[in-house]
Antibody
């Protein structure tokens, strides 16, 4: 059974750094992509970027380039989303999802990580 | 990368059929047969219900079907049921990036 499990909810202050995680099991992680999606409060889904687990090839949506860093550790089947300096506007739910090589759809989703940034 | 355009809301009575349209451009929906649809219930993660325009993942009800014409993809929900109340998002591969783009989302209400 495939499972995609994300790290728990976070409450941070503006200016702090943060790295959240997304771990997959029961899946051919090394031949798959991981994508990160943002959902602002009461809003729709937005792609942030995607990373390939074999070689860490990464693509960012232009509006997120330089704002976050996506990375991965293939040895533990885990992808990460990192902020150097959080802002209140980063308050959102962040989802990760997986897509196998050669597929162009995201079939397994994590449960979401709620991030609250407030002073 | 602009979001794909969907109606904000669609409603129908139990048993009826509804269609949700998703309009893109010739850089995404019109260029590739890589349109998928996701269902999201309140407070839950999105769930894949249609991929590659017309295919249903295992376990997804046959009441969900998809199609595409030109730059517009469609999700049809037939035999509408109360459990179908949710937000629905289309998603397409796009040559811009290369990456993906979501639709603006549609809230389905069962009257």
């Amino acid at each position: 059974e495939v499972q995609v499990v994300q790290s728990g909810a976070e409450v941070k202050k503006p200016g702090e750094s943060l790295k959240i995680s997304c771990q997959s099991s029961g899946y051919s992680f090394s031949t798959s992509w991981i994508g990160w999606v943002r959902q602002l409060p009461g809003q729709g889904l937005e792609w942030m970027g995607i990373i390939h687990l074999r070689d860490s090839l990464t693509y960012y949506r232009p509006s997120f380039q330089g704002q976050v860093t996506i990375s991965a550790d293939r040895s533990i089947s885990t992808a990460y989303l990192h902020w150097d300096s959080l802002q209140a506007s980063d308050t959102a739910i962040y989802f990760c999802a997986t897509a196998m090589d050669g597929n162009f759809y995201w079939d397994y989703w994590g449960q979401g990580t709620l991030l609250t940034v407030s002073s | 990368q602009s979001a794909l355009t969907q109606p904000a809301s669609v409603s129908g009575s139990p048993g009826q059929s509804i269609t949700i349209f998703c309009t893109g451009t010739n850089s995404d929906v019109g260029r590739y047969d890589f349109v998928s649809w996701l269902q999201q219930h309140p407070g839950k993660a999105p769930k894949l219900i249609i991929y590659d325009v017309t295919y249903r993942p295992s376990g997804v009800s046959h009441r969900f079907s998809g199609s595409k014409s030109g730059n517009t993809a469609s999700l049809i929900i037939s035999g509408l049921q109360a459990e179908d109340e949710a937000d629905y998002y289309c998603c397409s591969y796009t040559r811009s990036g290369p990456t993906y783009v979501f639709g603006t989302g549609t809230t389905v209400t069962v009257l």
